[in-house]
């Protein structure tokens, strides 16, 4: 293939016509209009796939070659572009070096006394200095053993000085003593400190100087939306242009691998909740982490520092904060970020929280992400109503990619973007203005929930549940499962010996597949009480009751309920893979489910009758009440094509007590990962069946 004198080949596209006598390689050059919309195009997204390429043949009148080449050939001339610039900078670099060796080097052959300024010590006058020193050195040496003779015969014949001034001096010997009087060691680590990265010293000036630029450009962006915001040409939605940004950023990019990108959204809302208690929850990671819990897996402030800061007059809170972001599915990525978090009040009743990645004590020759000045803009409204605007500006390194199946939803506006946020900011403040209610509301029913505290309690567990089920997904631990499981799932092991959950050892398997329905079909599907027994394992073939409901949303489909499930004598054949004992009576299920615009989730806690009246109870609170979730999370494929409004995504995921156990040296036998995997497996193969989808290959 030819190149043209330019260099480059992303004007020509090549092909070839048969004929009877021969072939001939014909040059066709594209126009003026489709190479701007390759290059558009290509911005956004440098490896299309098969539908993407075939919805560009569509619209461009060519052939699918053409499309394959032309990206193809692009990213070849991006990475010679590239290599190009980063030897141009090694030589720079290199340069520099030598000019610094040398420069040091006749620094060495002059060097001055640092105390006196007295004559130079060439490399002829180095060593009588040093014999001087050696001298000076063991006469000081001499009169030092002088004195210790004098004070030990001097001292010897007075008592001896009790230890007790010198009592605050830690030792080695102190530590070893203590803790052999039942001080464990390991109680010195906080339990905050069982994750996230260390606490690093902390620049002062450099933090509020890159707190100050990120809340400047993230106010650019927000104010002057006609000068920095287009349309994407994939789907539609407004993306920040990236000529437009580099002429006013001091941002540089921080990943130079061909692969990387940079991922870019926006999104508004009005949510009924304040001003000020928003911002109150967004400060504390704690708060924060429970407020998203479908996307903050863990959160860390690892500093903080409040108004008496000399960063700017308008500047009330500046902290240091390690976050973990995760979606949808073990097979997306977690993305973590040690940010500055930086609040101010730019107007009255108007707020911006702005956010950037700051390399405090944090690895980033290893990081896969980095966040450029993202945040939101928070508006007072009458009311006690907020409006909120929100920005996610972030490039990620190719090691982050996601699996094919969750690529293109978690590379656009839907991922990882505002539209996320801001649909689980709106369920989240439904949800906690439906949590206030003193009284119950008329849209709840309960035969078990009979007052707005025991409501309070239940919803605050099942928040709980929804937050443990997500920080389950990342599925670390993870073990390799055997090559022939149908559906690729996924295994993990851990040792649980905290609160909240049942002591000893868990084993969680996920699964996620492709379903050509609409994620309200499937939603709807699994929501059904009539035909659950046809799947569900824990219900045994039976049917299983509603036995209370309570609204979370104003969506019907968004509530908490607990099922009560009536095993027959006669269960199931998956009774061998969850064992429970018939004297326990009839067996409970506390479940939460939500539906919005990006999707839907249903988890699950299967529970008797006593940790039922312990979770409605005052005398225990939500947080140590064991619970184990399993469930399901649905979400759109974003391929039209799969349906007129597009096929499902979903993640099914189970939690099982293997073991009861808590010592380390429990060995995971091959026939309890076999268990969980064939439980799962065969829950996928009965849904799919049920919906008439075919089955995994």
């Not at 000081?140 to 030990?152: G, R």
């Not at 801001?422 to 906690?432: A, D, F, G, K, S």
């Amino acid at each position: 293939m030819e190149i043209d004198g330019s260099g480059s080949s992303s004007n020509e596209q090549y092909a070839s016509e048969d004929s009877n006598q021969d072939e001939k390689r014909v040059s066709h050059r594209h126009s003026p209009q489709q190479i701007q919309r390759l290059e558009a195009y290509f911005k956004e997204c440098p490896h299309p796939d098969g539908s993407q390429r075939r919805q560009l043949c569509q619209e461009l009148k060519l052939e699918a070659n053409q499309i394959k080449f032309w990206f193809q050939n692009k990213r070849t001339q991006c990475k010679a572009q590239e290599e190009r610039y980063t030897n141009m900078q090694l030589r720079g670099e290199n340069e520099n070096l030598q000019n610094e060796n040398k420069a040091m080097l006749e620094v060495l052959r002059n060097v001055k006394c640092p105390k006196c300024g007295g004559p130079s010590f060439g490399k002829e006058d180095r060593e009588p200095n040093l014999q001087k020193l050696r001298l000076e050195n063991a006469l000081l040496k001499e009169q030092h053993a002088q004195i210790s003779t004098f004070v030990s015969k001097h001292l010897s014949k007075r008592p001896m000085v009790e230890e007790d001034s010198f009592s605050s001096v830690p030792s080695q010997q102190s530590f070893h003593h203590n803790s052999s009087h039942g001080i464990n060691p390991s109680n010195m680590f906080e339990p905050s400190s069982s994750f996230g990265p260390p606490t690093p010293p902390m620049d002062i000036n450099l933090l509020s100087e890159t707190a100050a630029c990120a809340v400047e450009e993230l106010k650019r962006l927000f104010l002057a939306e006609e000068q920095f915001w287009v349309k994407s040409s994939i789907d539609g939605t407004y993306v920040i242009d990236s000529e437009s940004y580099e002429k006013f950023s001091r941002c540089v990019k921080h990943f130079r691998s061909t692969s990387a990108h940079v991922e870019s959204s926006k999104d508004v809302t009005m949510v009924p909740i304040e001003a000020t208690t928003l911002i109150e929850m967004f400060l504390d990671s704690e708060k924060w982490k429970e407020f998203f819990p479908t996307i903050v897996n863990k959160a860390k402030t690892i500093h903080e520092l409040g108004s008496e800061l000399p960063i700017r007059e308008n500047c009330n809170v500046l902290l240091v904060m390690w976050e973990q972001l995760h979606i949808l599915s073990p097979l997306v990525p977690p993305r973590e970020f040690m940010i500055v978090r930086c609040c101010q009040e730019i107007q009255k009743g108007l707020w911006i929280i702005a956010d950037v990645s700051h390399n405090v004590g944090f690895d980033f020759v290893n990081a896969s992400c980095y966040k450029r000045p993202s945040g939101c803009l928070i508006q007072s409204l009458p009311n006690a109503h907020s409006k909120v605007m929100w920005i996610e500006h972030v490039e990620v390194d190719h090691k982050l990619d996601s699996h094919k199946m969750y690529r293109e939803v978690s590379s656009g506006g839907t991922g990882y973007g505002a539209k996320r946020w801001i649909v689980t900011l709106e369920r989240m403040c439904e949800r906690m203005a439906l949590n206030s209610i003193q009284t119950l509301p008329a849209s709840d029913w309960s035969d078990v929930v009979t007052t707005g505290e025991k409501r309070r309690r239940v919803m605050k567990l099942g928040g709980r549940m929804i937050q443990d089920f997500n920080g389950m997904l990342t599925m670390s631990g993870k073990v390799d499962f055997p090559k022939q499981s149908k559906c690729g799932v996924r295994v993990s092991i851990r040792l649980n010996q905290e609160q909240g959950q049942p002591p000893g050892l868990i084993v969680s398997a996920a699964s996620s597949l492709s379903i050509p329905l609409t994620p309200s079909q499937v939603f709807d599907f699994l929501l059904k009480l009539d035909n659950r027994h046809q799947w569900d394992v824990l219900s045994y073939g039976t049917a299983v009751s509603e036995i209370a409901r309570i609204a979370t949303g104003s969506n019907e489909s968004n509530c908490l309920t607990i099922l009560r499930v009536h095993p027959m004598q006669e269960e199931s054949d998956d009774k061998s893979m969850m064992e429970r004992d018939p004297e326990e009576g009839d067996m409970l299920m506390l479940q939460d489910s939500y539906m919005d615009a990006l999707g839907g989730m249903i988890v699950y806690a299967p529970m008797d009758m006593a940790t039922m009246n312990m979770a409605l109870s005052t005398n225990v609170e939500a947080p140590n009440i064991p619970i184990l979730p399993s469930g399901f999370i649905i979400s759109s494929d974003r391929r039209p094509s799969t349906t007129e409004d597009g096929g499902t995504l979903l993640t099914v995921a189970f939690q099982i007590l293997v073991s009861g156990k808590t010592t380390s040296s429990i060995e995971v036998n091959e026939r309890s990962v076999n268990i969980v995997s064939a439980l799962i497996s065969s829950t996928v193969q009965k849904i799919k069946e049920l919906l008439n989808c075919p089955p995994c290959e």
